[in-house]
């Protein structure tokens, strides 16, 4: 028994045929093609798939008709999705065509910043004599920064105007960032026994105001060296070398008379390299009561100790003027190291 007649069938085919190739013709590169092709064509709730299944509802006469029809209208349909699909895939090509054997594009590469590399060529020259690079913390007590390098609670270098301490109190012994690389000497001495050359690079922090030559936080290079028998001549020696490596073979070191609380006899080192005599830091024979402080024996050990700037030693190297631009981190600067 039938239960539709051919003429609503071929109705409804006619109908589904026009949905779908308006809507396949219609569809762009959104999820419009591919839910017109699940609506249409989908394998288990298609349109498509829905009316096939009321074939078997026409009368066995009409059904050789009725076939038909629904495959002419089956390939239409196709035709217009293989038509849509291959309308979509050239636009995606053109869009997003990629030449696979151009070069890509190269990865910046940058190189040490020129303060680090100085860091690198001292530490490089000291190890050559002998020096073995060491490192102490910039969060430093009052017994480092101060006490053990003989600079007493009235000492002037203590002033709060002049140090930055930090706000949180450990009991009566403030903190703070510490305004020298000499409390590495009294680091490494607590902790070993004579012979000892050490030299130990890194930052220190003074409230100073920034200009050509000063910015609040800068870099030294502590030297220390003990040993029996070693005298201001030593110590003369190795700053030469250490200067004609760094800054090439007619340097000259001169040595005026100065005064730091943990050396005796202390000097300022200033060194002379193309005509100009430029100030690098200060030196001198490490106090017998720094020697003490830390358990060595003055009457059997002596040494020396030097502190220079390492942005002084920088910028006579590199030609620079103003330190401040050591710091800016502008690209154009940076790049010429
Ligand atoms: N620490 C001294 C300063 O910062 C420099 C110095 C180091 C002097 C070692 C003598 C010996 O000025």
Redesign the pocket.
């Known amino acids: 028994m039938s239960t539709v007649s051919l003429e609503s069938f071929r109705a409804e085919i006619d109908r589904l045929r026009a949905d779908a190739t308006a809507a396949l013709d219609a569809a762009g590169r959104d999820d419009a093609f591919e839910k017109a092709r699940i609506e249409f064509l989908g394998a288990k709730s298609g349109r498509l798939k829905a009316i096939q299944k009321l074939l078997g509802g026409l009368a066995a006469a009409d059904r050789p008709a009725g076939g038909k029809h629904f495959n002419e209208a089956k390939e239409a349909i196709t035709a217009a999705l293989v038509q849509a699909q291959s309308r979509l895939a050239g636009g995606v090509a053109e869009v997003e065509a990629i030449d696979v054997t151009l070069p890509g594009d190269p990865v910046r590469i940058g190189h040490l910043h020129p303060i680090t590399q100085t860091i690198r060529r001292v530490q490089e020259i000291m190890a050559r004599l002998g020096f073995e690079s060491v490192d102490g913390p910039e969060v430093e007590d009052q017994w480092h920064n101060f006490e053990a ?1 003989a600079i007493g609670a009235e000492h002037p270098a203590r002033d709060p105007l002049d140090n930055f301490y930090l706000a949180v109190a450990r009991g009566t012994d403030p903190l703070l960032l510490r ?4 409390t590495v ?1 009294i680091r490494v001495m607590e902790r070993r026994k004579p012979p000892l050359r050490i030299v130990s690079l890194g930052r ?1 922090y003074r409230p100073d105001t920034a200009d050509a030559t000063h910015y609040p936080m800068f870099h ?1 290079v ?3 060296l003990v040993e029996p028998g070693t005298t201001m001549a030593h110590l003369k020696s190795v700053l030469r070398l250490f200067a004609s490596s760094f800054l090439g073979g007619d340097v000259h070191v001169r040595f005026r008379p ?1 005064f ?1 609380p ?2 005796e006899p ?2 300022e080192v200033d060194m002379e390299w193309g005509g100009r005599w430029i100030e690098m ?4 024979m ?1 106090d017998p009561a720094v020697l003490e402080a830390v358990g060595y024996d003055p009457a059997t050990v002596s040494g ?5 700037g390492v942005e002084r030693i920088a910028a006579r190297r590199y030609g620079v003027a103003d330190i401040r631009d050591f710091y800016k981190n502008d690209v154009r600067f940076l790049e010429q190291f």
């Open positions: 390098l305004s020298q690389t000499s000497q220190v030294q502590e030297g220390l100065s730091f943990f050396t202390s000097v830091g200060g030196a001198g490490v020396f100790a030097f502190g220079l």
